[in-house]
């Protein structure tokens, strides 16, 4: 059996239904029930499961060999990535695949890659197989900008015009379901950019050409971006690492294109252009 945790986020959701497609044996877990109708398929075996409770893993975990970690960045995810980690190993869990992110090292100055490299090492520690899956920036993350999109056909960033290997989770989600169900990932840890490093103007372009209006991006000072993110309702540990984020792709250090998902899929990965034309309906 396999167990999907992070089931209904945006890349838990892609994994569990190409899972059930491939009619691959699979539980997900979820915090409510009630909010998993996109994975609610006949063959999903849909489990409720909190991180913040480690007796609820032991139960979601009974039977499975292998399982796919992803936590949303919370100041808790370091702490709850390492008790499913422990979790996993006393319920004798063969091997974990991780979703981790580009850069992770613990001597990083962004919080997120520090604590993704804390869950990898602890993963390695535990003598389980794994798999680290180490996505760049989401292309999916622009969607977080929708409504300035929406209202103003602008989005702002503290990013100048740094380019990222922006990454499809279409393309994460491919990946991970290979290294669930096939043999040969394990010990491998996957870089997985998109074919082209872009700009935000860049994107920006290509937006306008997918949605058939003009949409401009505009650089902002990291206060402004803050702010921006506390607006939306970002709880400060967030917005904080966030920016740190952002720095990171402003210092250019996340331009670089590698092979992950050619080397996990078999097949290249998605170019910025087709995600906006597949995404265009949802920027509105
Ligand atoms: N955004 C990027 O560009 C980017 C780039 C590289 C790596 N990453 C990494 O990607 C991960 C986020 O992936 P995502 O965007 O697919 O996540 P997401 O859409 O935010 O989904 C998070 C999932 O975690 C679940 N969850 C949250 N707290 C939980 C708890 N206490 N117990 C059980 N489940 C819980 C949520 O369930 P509910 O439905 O119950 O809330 C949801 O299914 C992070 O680790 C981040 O560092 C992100």
């Known amino acids: 059996m396999l167990l999907v945790t992070g089931a209904t986020g945006s890349n838990g959701t892609e994994i569990v239904k190409r899972l059930a497609a491939q009619n691959v044996p699979v539980r997900a877990m979820v915090r409510n029930r009630d909010r998993a109708s996109a994975i609610a398929l006949s063959n999903v075996d849909i489990v409720e499961g909190d991180f913040d409770r480690p007796e609820t893993l ?10 796919f970690l992803l ?5 808790h995810a370091e702490a709850q990535q ?18 981790s992110q580009f850069a992770a090292d613990v001597h990083s100055p962004v919080r997120f ?11 390695q520690a535990s003598g389980m197989a794994y798999t680290f899956l180490r996505p760049n920036l989401f292309m999916q993350g622009l969607l977080n900008f929708r409504s300035t999109i929406a209202n103003q056909n602008a989005f702002y960033a503290a990013i100048n015009d740094a380019k990222v290997s922006v990454v499809d989770v279409r393309d994460i ?3 991970a379901v290979a290294a669930l169900t096939e043999a040969g990932h394990e010990g491998k840890i996957y ?8 700009t935000h103007a860049e994107m920006a372009e290509q937006l306008s050409v997918a949605l058939d209006r003009q949409i401009e991006f505009t650089d902002i000072p990291p206060e402004a971006m803050h702010d921006q993110l506390l ?6 540990w967030q917005a904080d690492g966030l920016l740190e984020d952002y720095a990171h792709y402003r210092r250019n250090e996340a331009a670089a294109v590698l092979s992950g998902v050619q080397e996990a899929t078999g097949k290249e990965p998605c170019s910025f252009q087709a995600f906006a034309r597949d995404y265009a309906k949802m920027f509105g």
């Open 173 to 175: 989600a491919d990946s």
């Open 191 to 198: 870089n997985l950019t998109g074919p082209q490093p872009l």
């Open 231 to 236: 607006s939306i309702g970002m709880p400060d």
């Open 71 to 75: 936590t949303n960045s919370t100041e």
């Open 82 to 99: 390492l008790a499913f980690v422990d979790a996993a190993h006393q319920s004798g869990v063969k091997q974990i695949v991780k979703l």
């Open 58 to 67: 032991l139960s979601a975990l009974m039977n499975v060999d292998r399982a």
């Open 113 to 123: 890659l520090r604590y993704h490299a804390v869950v990898e090492s602890a993963i």
